[in-house]
T-cell receptor
Framework: DAGVIQSPRHEVTEMGQEVTLRCKPI?????LFWYRQTMMRGLELLIY????????DSGMPEDRFSAKMPNASFSTLKIQPSEPRDSAVYFC?????????????FGQGTRLTVV | GESVGLHLPTLSVQEGDNSIINCAYS??????FIWYKQESGKGPQFIID?????DKRQGQRVTVLLNKTVKHLSLQIAATQPGDSAVYFC?????????????FGTGTRLQVTL
């Protein structure tokens, strides 16, 4: 397996534009997580899915953020409209085969810069 | 104005020496703990985990110790190598019965000197 795949690796956009980050989890994993990493706040959990259903989105900062998982092999994190303070590295991770209390495999991340 | 970012504690260790990285966690109900390693430009990578019913677990060159009394976790790396240079995060998991949340610490930067 190629691991968790995220795209794009880097994204630079202007304030006000819509940004869509993509993630392909490891095949067979039941849980998918979206994290944000900044120097100010470290690694923060934004939302996670179990079997494509959002379970906990309490970490999503604002209504400008939304996440979907239309099927077991794909998830998106959308920011609309984007703001400079959204600049961060966004990680997707997956875990499971039925277990959440196990190691999570992280993607390489998407570095988002909003100017 | 200038923003204030996280000041990562840094541990400098000479190659071949043992490293000990410490972590204090916040929730006494946390039932599962993980150590992750993050190299520059990469995502966190799992190192070792431990459940709350254990106080020690060993892997290859790594040992995790859990002290629930003082809510303290440590990662010991034996014979530290240059490739061990990275930021290390501890994470605690709290399962509420309907949802589970993994909370990461702020991290410690390990620098291995030759």
């Amino acid at each position: 397996d190629a691991g968790v795949i995220q795209s794009p690796r880097h994204e630079v956009t202007e304030m006000g534009q819509e940004v869509t980050l993509r993630c392909k989890p490891i095949s067979g994993h039941d849980y998918l997580f979206w994290y944000r990493q900044t120097m100010m706040r470290g690694l923060e959990l934004l939302i996670y899915f179990n079997n494509n259903v959002p379970i906990d989105d309490s970490g999503m900062p604002e209504d400008r953020f939304s996440a979907k998982m239309p099927n077991a092999s794909f998830s998106t994190l959308k920011i609309q409209p984007s703001e400079p303070r959204d600049s961060a590295v966004y990680f997707c991770a997956s875990t499971g085969e039925g277990q959440i209390n196990t190691e999570a495999f992280f993607g390489q991340g998407t570095r988002l810069t909003v100017v | 104005g200038e923003s204030v970012g996280l000041h990562l504690p840094t541990l400098s260790v000479q190659e071949g020496d043992n490293s000990i990285i410490n972590c204090a966690y916040s929730n006494s109900a946390s039932d599962y703990f993980i150590w992750y390693k993050q190299e520059s430009g990469k995502g966190p990578q799992f190192i070792i985990d431990i459940r709350s019913n254990m106080d020690k677990r060993q892997g290859q060159r790594v040992t995790v110790l859990l002290n629930k009394t003082v809510k303290h976790l440590s990662l010991q790396i034996a014979a530290t190598q240059p490739g061990d240079s990275a930021v290390y995060f501890c994470a605690e998991n709290n399962y509420t019965g309907t949802a589970s949340k993994l909370t990461f610490g702020t991290g410690t930067r390990l620098q291995v000197t030759l």
